[in-house]
């Protein structure tokens, strides 16, 4: 997309999580994409008039890039049916918005569930957005021990669930928690603060965690992500972090860690589904 002029934009509905902003279409057409950035979950497209498209795939969402010999165009009365069909994952019935640009490619938003969000930003908006403002450091970027230290020092909440709050630490998906608590061999249902030491410093163990979510986290990437509610990159191919699950799904199995001879068990902890092995993780 970086470099295309948006040339038309199709909305097939008034909004998804929230109604897309007014006038959308027009305020983007004839805007050139600048750049792609990630923020947490959130997509950043930068335009050249000094705009950001706001994007968050929510439970469900996916772009899906095609090029120019994909793509025919509609005429007027036509644009409330997608033409793409099953090359979005679901017969076209969800292709929500539809981004052509110049060189005749296009890019399609599906998302079944409609929990995503597509809003319109100044530049420089980003630090006071209202879905923004609060969220804390990216993990795969200048993040460590120290920091998360500082964030869990009075905390008791269970380290699990502090780890899924987006506050903490952004991007560390239900899946990646478990399976970095269980290389990190800490329980998750431990309290927070007993991670950090008196003196406001981390402990051996929470350092050992940083470490593992960020192991994690770029295997995961390297794979392709985890394929759960059917996650596909741009290009429709399936993730396959899955086949590297130590933890996660495996409940009754046994622990993966040499020597270990635990079995894996399921818990519930806010609302999620937490394993983890009883036997090396404390
Ligand atoms: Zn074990």
């Given at each position: 997309?970086v470099?295309?002029?948006?040339t038309?934009?199709?909305?097939?509905?008034?909004?998804?999580?929230?109604?897309f902003?007014?006038?959308?279409?027009?305020?983007?057409t004839?805007?050139?994409?600048?750049?792609?950035?990630r923020?947490?979950?959130?997509?950043?497209?930068?335009?050249?008039?000094?705009?950001i498209?706001?994007?968050?795939?929510?439970?469900?969402?996916?772009?899906?890039?095609?090029?120019?010999?994909?793509?025919?165009?509609?005429?007027q009365t036509?644009?409330?049916?997608?033409?793409f069909?099953?090359?979005?994952?679901?017969?076209?019935?969800?292709?929500?918005?539809?981004f052509?640009?110049?060189?005749?490619?296009?890019?399609?938003?599906?998302?079944?569930r409609?929990?995503?969000?597509?809003d319109?930003?100044?530049?420089?908006?980003?630090?006071?957005?209202?879905?923004?403002?609060?969220?804390?450091?990216?993990?795969?970027?200048?993040?460590?021990?120290?920091?998360?230290?500082?964030?869990?020092?009075?905390?008791?909440?269970?380290?699990?669930?502090?780890?899924?709050?987006?506050?903490?630490?952004?991007?560390?998906?239900?899946?990646?928690?478990?399976?970095?608590?269980?290389?990190?061999?800490?329980?998750?249902?431990?309290?927070?603060?007993t991670?950090?030491?008196?003196?406001?410093?981390?402990?051996?163990k929470?350092?050992?965690?940083?470490?593992?979510?960020?192991?994690?986290?770029?295997?995961?990437?390297?794979?392709?992500?985890?394929?759960?509610?059917?996650?596909?990159?741009?290009?429709?191919t399936?993730?396959?972090?899955?086949h590297?699950?130590?933890?996660?799904?495996?409940?009754?199995?046994?622990?993966?860690k040499?020597?270990?001879?635990?079995?894996?068990?399921?818990i519930?902890?806010?609302?999620?589904?937490?394993?983890?092995?009883?036997?090396?993780?404390?």
């Open positions: 997309m470099g295309r002029i948006i038309k934009v199709i909305l097939r509905r008034e909004g998804l999580r929230f109604p902003p007014t006038d959308f279409e027009n305020k983007v004839g805007t050139q994409v600048e750049s792609i950035r923020r947490a979950k959130y997509l950043l497209i930068d335009l050249d008039d000094g705009r498209i706001l994007s968050h795939l929510g439970m469900s969402g996916r772009y899906t890039l095609f090029d120019n010999t994909k793509v025919r165009s509609y005429s036509e644009n409330r049916i997608s033409r069909g099953s090359a979005t994952g679901f017969d076209g019935r969800h292709d929500h918005v539809e052509q640009f110049d060189d005749g490619s296009a890019a399609v938003y599906t998302d079944p409609r929990f995503g969000i597509m319109l930003i100044d530049i420089g908006e980003e630090p006071i957005h209202f879905l923004l403002e609060n969220l804390g450091p990216e993990p795969l970027l200048a993040w460590d021990a120290n920091q998360l230290a500082k964030a869990l020092k009075n905390k008791s909440t269970n380290i699990k669930v502090a780890l899924l709050d987006q506050r903490v630490v952004v991007g560390v998906g239900n899946i990646y928690a478990c399976e970095a608590l269980h290389r990190s061999g800490i329980h998750p249902t431990r309290s927070s603060k991670l950090v030491r008196k003196d406001g410093k981390p402990t051996a929470l350092s050992l965690l940083v470490e593992k979510v960020i192991e994690v986290l770029h295997q995961a990437v390297e794979v392709g992500g985890s394929s759960l509610n059917d996650f596909a990159d741009v290009n429709g399936l993730g396959y972090f899955g590297h699950f130590q933890a996660y799904d495996r409940e009754d199995g046994p622990c993966l040499e020597g270990c001879g635990g079995t894996i068990e399921r519930t902890q806010s609302g999620r589904s937490t394993f983890l092995c009883p036997r090396c993780q404390r």
